[in-house]
């Protein structure tokens, strides 16, 4: 009898068989591990893949959280009041004006007061604090006396009225939020301070604020 001998040219084959086969085996169970991943997220509420709310959402989820003090009602009315006057004197700068940097400072105002004035708004009607819906009769005297003023005299007389009624208010705004304890006055006291510290800023850039109008807001701080 003849004996079989096995074919020396089968061994490499089969090797090369069965590492193919592993690769194929890796590749399905990779597959697996990604499908069922996929699966797993789709199956996440939408609110896992939403950034976090910022700090103005939470203060409105807050709601009226926190007692409302008399001076977060006084805030609340000067707050409105300022951009019921503030806000027709940046038009006018816009037309009565003779230099670039009082209208700068008008759109300023108008930008400005336009968000707070929405803010102060939306507040009023979370807390159920009435606020007026006219400036006092001294801001609308103010206001009268812009109409009537052009060139030069409207840049001089808007920086004084308008610098000082800030001055004022900044005085105000850091009482409240220092004391408030309330989380939409909070937030509408750290939005109004940035924004008076910018009308400020822009209408020191016109260079005509005098120290008589400085002088008129030191007055009125408290000793």
């Known amino acids: 009898m003849k004996s079989h001998a096995r074919n020396p040219r089968l061994a490499p084959r089969r090797g090369r068989l069965i590492a193919a086969v592993v690769a194929l085996v890796a590749v399905i169970a990779t597959f697996s591990v990604v499908l069922s991943q996929r699966n797993s997220s789709a199956n996440e509420p939408m609110s896992a893949h939403l950034p976090a709310a910022g700090a103005d959402q939470a203060a409105a989820r807050a709601g009226n959280t926190g ?37 700068r400072a008008g759109m300023h105002l108008l930008e400005g007061h336009s968000k707070l004035d929405q803010l102060a708004r ?37 920086v004084d009225l308008l610098r000082a009624s800030h001055g004022k208010i900044f005085i105000t705004i850091a009482e409240v939020r220092a004391a408030t304890k309330n989380a939409l006055v909070r937030r509408l006291a750290t939005q109004t301070n940035n924004t008076v510290q910018d009308h400020m800023e822009v209408l020191e850039d016109t260079g005509l604020v005098t120290d008589t109008t400085l002088d008129s807001v030191a007055a009125t701080i408290p000793k």
């Open 67 to 103: 007692t409302v003090s008399a001076l977060d009602r006084t805030f609340l009315t000067k707050v409105r009041q300022a951009g019921l006057w503030e806000m027709p004197a940046g038009r006018l700068a816009q037309t009565h004006a003779s230099s670039e940097a009082i209208k």
């Open 122 to 158: 939306e507040d009023s009607a979370a807390l159920n604090v009435p606020i007026p819906d006219q400036a006092t009769p001294e801001q609308q005297g103010w206001v009268t006396q812009l109409e009537n003023a052009r060139g030069q005299a409207f840049d001089q007389l808007f």
